[in-house]
């Protein structure tokens, strides 16, 4: 059975919370990915299903066109397109969920109006050093992934059996992605119970798969091979690589947002590798580089991402910004490795 992940006063202060509120959103972070959808997606479901709450889900920006595919996707607002619309929201809210961030600046420009919004919060997140101030706080940073936790609130609420494919859909879905098709950060037990809960629901794992990992365009697998082919630089003495996307590359391969999604993984596949990171340059603004870092085995890229790139994460999958040139981005990439040589070479 699964354990509790939230004392039993707390449960019952959240069903309150959400019973005496009207107007309820949902925000994830800034380039949401398949657990920040899918956790908001899922708990919006949740919400309707089993309270009789509409709650509104706002992402900060543009998402994925792999994830569009998403049961109820199409009801996502975007905050970068209706701005003055969700801050009039925000304002008179009841009960705000935030999924799947841990500080409010991980909303980009939706901060200012989630800081400033009197309604009450509560935080639902799997990663480190939770700082969102909030009446409720469910932080669990060893579970796979925010969608897993949006599973065990259903399943202690005892709403599980009210929900169908419209919930069980984003949770797998932000499962699979957030540990790499359940490649890393998924060796908990619970993880398959819980799948195989879902699989009750009548979901098409294989196709869910199929939709996020088989579903890029010609011009993404060329891109692939460019990268590995001309971008990717190895230091096989630290068993570490990073590689570079500029604005022209993405430009000449018509890049489309998560077009770049899982290439940081591909280094990995070589023996023996511990580090891999990726260096992006914003499409649009100068002196602006993302960052990704994936690792194996318990090299913390979590460490690196806080230390070198002004982010952070977990202890396999993290990310961060860099406010520079790409060319000097490589060079703090390469500082990067040397600094963590001993923990590389170990």
Known sequence: MLKNIIPTDECAQLRALIHESETIVCVCHQNPDGDALGSSL???EVLKTCFGKQAQVFVPDQYPDYLQWLPN???LIRYDKHREGCDFVLQHADLVFCLDFNTAHRTADME???CASPAKKVLIDHHLDPAVPAAITISHPEASSTSELVFRLAWQLGCFEQLGKQFAVPVYCGMMTDTGGFTYNSNDPDIYFI????????INKDKIYRNVYNNFSENRLRLTGFVMLERLVVDAARHASYFTLSRDDLRRFHFMKGDAEGLVNMPLQIKGHKLSISLREDTEKDNLVWVSLRSVDQFPCNQVAARF??????LNASGGRLFCSLSEAVEVAKNAITAFEKELKG
């Open 112 to 114: 200012a109006s989630l």
């Open 42 to 44: 899922a708990w919006a």
């Open 195 to 202: 799948i195989s809960q879902l699989l009750t629901k009548h």
């Open 73 to 75: 996707s199409e009801k």
């Open 309 to 314: 790139f002004n982010g952070g994460g977990h």
